[in-house]
């Protein structure tokens, strides 16, 4: 028999949430799922509109201490549908997986997260703190939810106590304290445009783009010698290119985009300034190079709670209290835990399913996992003190 969460989960999943910069309708449905569930069990309800038709919902447990919050924050958007190969909104149950497009991420986790709070609010035992479940907008994009919902967010007090958090991604069940953060940025080389049988009387953009390239991928090479315990080392990958015309034309233009991931500790400022160091140098030798750096389009964080913050001690103990894996670990992609970070919570990472399944051709979830993260999330909110 189909477990409550699990029912959840399925509802979840059937509803349409692509995100809408992947062409999709937006959380609008997965919105009036969740407050409708909230609403009908007497949660106070919050419902913000963060852009048009795309709202964030919370609902709001009252604690013994108002003053303070756990969030649980999962995001209601997934990714384009685009080469799944499974039906993407027919929830599939098969050797204890559940299949569909966002059952891993993050469908489950929000799933396991309000029936947390359903269960706190059903016992009628008020937690020692406000408990926040806040189902967010535009984590697969530019992270507007979340952004909003730190809005919305209660200040904190100068010498308050901790407030914590847990952001439902797929985490395979680990405790993640550590994230990679990201900088995004487009590099555009200029040159001058000629006809290719005079290929002197040009200056060939590409070309310098590729010499470029080359001492790029040296930089990027040399990050492996400084790992982060949790992390590993930065990264750096140039994921776009595009220049030219036609092909009996000098290219006159060649522009490419960079993804930098960031450790704990790295300022997007020196980052980009070591980039911008290799174009001077190539400038100086060649004084037909000219290359303009455009200002980052995504800057985030990485993210790093501390060993002996309440949420990392409390999170390690409810995992092991079930079970599991209660060391705590790093992951490589980001959040929205970075952005409540930022606004002084402390941050926990966690959910069923791998971060392989998520976004895939055929994503999926293991059931276990999802009803045993509902009892972590339960947990860790009346044990948050």
């Avoid at 499974?86 to 299949?99: K, L, Q, S, V």
């Avoid at 040159?191 to 470029?212: E, V, W, Y």
């Avoid at 070591?274 to 750096?293: F, H, K």
């Avoid at 079970?323 to 966690?350: M, N, Q, T």
Wanted: with cysteine; net charge negative.
């Amino acid at each position: 028999m189909t477990s409550p969460v699990i029912t959840t989960l399925a509802d979840l999943v059937r509803i349409d949430s692509v995100n809408p910069e992947f062409g999709g309708p937006g959380e609008g449905g997965v919105a009036d799922y969740v407050e409708a569930r909230l609403r009908d069990s007497g949660i106070e309800t919050l419902r913000t509109e963060v852009l048009p038709g795309r709202d964030n919902v919370v609902g709001i447990v009252p604690g013994r201490d108002r003053s303070r919050q756990v969030v649980l924050e999962a995001h209601m958007d997934v990714v384009s549908i685009a080469g799944m190969t499974i039906p993407p909104f027919t929830p599939a149950i098969d050797g204890g997986r559940m299949y569909g497009r966002g059952s891993c991420d993050t469908k489950a986790g929000l799933a396991g997260m309000l029936h947390a709070v359903l269960d706190i609010h059903r016992s009628g035992v008020a937690p020692p703190c406000d408990i926040w479940l806040a189902a967010v907008i535009d984590e697969e994009y530019l992270f507007r939810g979340v952004t909003r919902l730190c809005d919305d967010l209660p200040a904190t007090m100068p010498g308050a106590r901790p407030r914590g958090a847990i952001i439902a991604e797929p985490t395979e069940m680990r405790v993640v304290v550590a994230t990679k953060g990201v900088v995004r940025w487009e590099i555009i080389f200029h040159g001058r445009a000629a006809h290719s049988s005079k290929p002197h009387l040009g200056i060939n953009a590409i070309s310098h783009a590729a010499t470029f390239i080359r001492e790029v991928d040296l930089l990027h090479a040399a990050l492996a010698s400084r790992p982060h315990p949790l992390l590993g080392p930065a990264t750096g990958n140039v994921g776009l290119i595009g220049g030219g015309v036609q092909v009996n034309f000098v290219p006159d233009r060649c522009a490419l985009q960079i993804d930098r991931r960031l450790l704990p500790g790295e300022r997007t400022a020196d980052v980009l300034a070591t980039y911008q160091a290799i174009l001077d140098r190539m400038a100086s030798d060649d004084p037909t190079v000219r290359a303009e750096m455009i200002p980052p389009f995504l800057v985030d964080e990485a993210l790093e709670t501390p060993a002996d913050a309440r949420a990392t001690t409390l999170a390690s103990d409810v995992a092991r209290d079930l079970g599991l894996d209660g060391e705590p670990a790093g992951v490589p992609y980001g959040s929205d835990a970075s952005k409540l970070s930022r606004h002084g919570l402390d941050c926990i990472v966690f959910g069923p399913g791998s971060i392989d399944q998520a976004h895939g051709a055929v994503e999926y979830v293991d059931i276990s996992q999802v009803e045993q993260a509902a009892d972590f999330y339960r947990e860790f909110s009346r044990r948050y003190e």
